[in-house]
C-alpha cells in the first residue's frame, strides 16, 4: 500500500468526524446463517504466524502496560523500557477483552486459545481487569513513553484496537469506558471489533460479526482478529439517560445506571403532573435500545428467574426457549382482566415528548392506546437480529415525515408492540410494529395513579421503576455528542 492510501486509511480509522469514517446502514440477519458465515466457509486460510506479526505488541510494551495496570499507576511499567533496540509498531496492535462467563463454557476457552494467538498481556479477562483500568493506566503507559521520546509507543497507541468477546452488555460496557477519552481529548479513540458470546448480540449482528459463537470456532478466532485488523471504521450513536423520581426511593439499579447528584433535565418542558420539591436521579448510556411496558417486565422477570434458578439456563438457545416460555405466563399474550390497572395500555401512565433534528422546542406525542410496550431504537437489531422498524418504502417515509434510519443518524426509531401476538407476528416481519415517531431527543413523563411499578429497560438490562401516586418521574433520552467507533466485520 503506497504512503498515501496509509495515511488516508489511518485518517478514517482514528477521527469520527472524518468523512472517511462509513455510515452503518445495518440488515437483521439469522443466526443460524450467522453461525455458518462464522465457520470461515470462504475457504480463506490464515497463518497464525503472519496473524500474530500483525497484531503483536512488542513485548516490552506489553510488559509495561501490564505493571502499569496491575499497580493503578501509569508509570510502573518504565522498568521495563531499559536499553532497547529500535522496535517496530505492528500493522494493528490489539488487546482483547474477553467475559469469561459468556458463552457457556465457550468463554473460558475462547481465553485460552486468544492467549496462544496473541500473548497473555493482550488478553484480558474482564472479571480481573475492568475497562476503565485499561483506559486509564494501560493507554495512559503508552501514552507516558510517547511523551518522552518512544516512537514505538507512539505509533502503538495510535493504530490499537480492541476486540470484545462477550455480549451487548459487555461490548457496552467497554464502549462507554473508551468514551472517557473524549471527555479527556485522549485521541485517538480505539475501534472496536467484536466476537459475539451473548444471548441477543444485536450490536455484533450490526456491524457484520455474527449473531452466535461460530461453530468451527478454533479457526473462526483467527478470521475474527484478522477482520479486526482489516475491517473499516463506522460510527455509532449513543444515547444518554437520566431518570429523575421523588427523593427516598431505594431502588435495585442495572449496572449500567448509577446514581448521580447532578439531575441535568431539560428545563424547557413544564410536567403536567405535580412534581416533588426534592428527587432522586439516576443516568446510563445505552446503544441499541430503551423500552418500557411489557416486553421490559418479561426481561425482568426472566432475569430474576435465572439467577434464583441458573441451572435452567446453560446457553443462547435454552436462554431463548425459557424467555419465550416465561413471557407466556406474564400477560403479554393473554390479558385476563382487561380492568385491572396493571394491564392497561401505556397510554394511562405515559405522556411523551419528542424533540425534532434542529428543533429546540418539545413536542408532544400520543401513545396510541393500544400500545402496551414503547421501544426507542437505535440499530436495526433487535432482539437477536429482528428489524421491527422495517425498510420502509421512500413514499411511506415521505408521508409521515421520516427518514431511512441509521446507527448514525442522531436519531431514534420510536415504536410501539400491542401485545405479545403483535409483537411476535412483528419479530417475524408478518406485520409492522406500531411506527411513532423518529427522534433526537425523548422524554417521559411517568405518572403513578394506580400503577405501583413500571418496567423499564435498556440494551438487554431490565428494572422496575416505583411510582408515586402523587408526583410524577421523568425520563429524558439524548444523544451523546460524541460517537464510538466500530469495526466493521463484514
Known amino acids: 500500500m503506497e504512503g498515501s492510501e496509509v495515511q488516508q486509511k489511518k485518517n478514517s480509522m482514528y477521527k469520527p468526524s472524518s468523512p472517511g469514517v462509513e455510515s452503518t446502514r445495518v440488515a437483521a440477519r439469522s443466526s443460524l446463517v450467522d453461525s455458518f458465515r462464522g465457520c470461515g466457509l470462504k475457504g480463506m486460510r490464515i497463518v497464525k ?67 496462544e494467538l496473541m500473548g497473555v498481556e493482550q488478553v484480558l479477562d474482564l472479571s480481573i481487569v475492568k475497562p476503565t483500568e485499561f483506559v486509564q493506566y494501560g493507554l495512559a503507559c503508552l501514552e507516558n513513553l510517547a511523551a518522552l521520546g518512544d516512537n514505538c509507543a507512539k ?60 461453530f468451527a470456532w478454533k479457526s473462526a478466532v483467527k478470521r475474527s482478529l484478522n477482520k479486526a485488523v482489516t475491517g473499516p471504521v463506522c460510527r455509532l450513536d449513543s444515547w444518554h439517560i437520566v431518570v429523575s423520581m421523588p427523593a ?21 418542558l413544564v410536567v403536567e403532573g405535580e412534581w416533588p420539591e426534592k428527587s432522586t436521579c439516576f ?8 423500552s418500557i411496558g411489557m416486553d421490559a417486565k418479561v426481561a425482568y422477570g426472566f432475569h430474576h428467574l435465572r439467577n434464583e434458578k441458573p441451572y435452567l439456563a446453560h446457553g ?50 400520543r401513545v396510541p392506546s393500544s400500545v402496551r410496550a414503547i ?27 421520516f427518514v431511512e434510519a441509521h446507527a448514525d443518524d442522531g436519531l431514534l426509531e420510536i415504536f410501539g408492540l400491542k401485545q405479545g401476538w403483535h409483537a411476535s407476528f412483528v419479530m417475524v416481519e408478518l406485520i409492522s410494529a406500531k411506527h411513532i415517531a423518529q427522534a433526537a431527543a425523548l422524554r417521559l413523563e411517568i405518572r403513578g395513579g394506580e400503577w405501583r411499578n413500571a418496567y423499564l429497560q435498556m440494551d438487554g438490562e431490565p ?28
Open 463 to 490: 428494572w422496575k421503576q416505583k411510582m408515586d401516586k402523587k408526583y410524577s418521574t421523568l425520563v429524558e433520552i439524548k444523544r451523546v455528542p460524541f460517537q464510538s467507533l466500530m469495526i466493521s466485520g463484514e
Open 316 to 365: 443462547p438457545i435454552a436462554n431463548k426457549v425459557i424467555y419465550s416460555g416465561y413471557s407466556c405466563t406474564q400477560g403479554w399474550f393473554c390479558t385476563p382482566c382487561i380492568s385491572d390497572p396493571s394491564l392497561r395500555g401505556l397510554k394511562n401512565i405515559v405522556r411523551m415528548y419528542i424533540r425534532k433534528v434542529n428543533c429546540s422546542e418539545w413536542e408532544q406525542i
Open 248 to 268: 427516598g426511593e431505594n431502588m435495585e439499579l442495572p449496572h449500567s445506571l448509577k446514581y448521580t447528584d447532578e439531575c441535568s433535565l431539560d428545563q424547557d
Open 49 to 115: 504466524e503472519d496473524l500474530k506479526k500483525r497484531i503483536l505488541i512488542p513485548e516490552y510494551l506489553r510488559l509495561a502496560m501490564r505493571d502499569s495496570i496491575r499497580f493503578k499507576n501509569p508509570n510502573a511499567g518504565q522498568e521495563h523500557v531499559g536499553d532497547l533496540k529500535e522496535e517496530v509498531a505492528p500493522e494493528a496492535p490489539m488487546v482483547v477483552f474477553v467475559n469469561s462467563k459468556s458463552g457457556g463454557r465457550h468463554g473460558t476457552v475462547l481465553k485460552g486459545r486468544l492467549q
Open 155 to 214: 505509533e502503538t497507541r495510535e493504530k490499537i484496537r480492541v476486540v470484545v468477546a462477550g455480549g451487548d452488555g459487555t461490548v457496552g460496557w467497554v464502549l462507554g469506558s473508551l468514551a472517557q477519552l473524549y471527555k479527556q481529548n485522549r485521541f485517538p479513540v480505539p475501534p472496536v471489533g467484536i466476537i459475539p458470546l451473548g444471548t441477543g448480540n444485536d450490536l455484533s449482528r450490526s456491524f457484520g460479526w455474527g449473531g452466535s459463537f461460530p
Open 283 to 290: 443516568e446510563g448510556v445505552f446503544y441499541n435500545y430503551f
Open 375 to 401: 421501544v426507542a431504537l437505535n440499530l436495526h437489531n433487535y432482539g437477536s437480529g429482528r428489524d421491527p422498524w422495517g425498510n420502509l418504502k421512500p413514499e411511506y417515509l415521505e408521508k409521515r415525515g
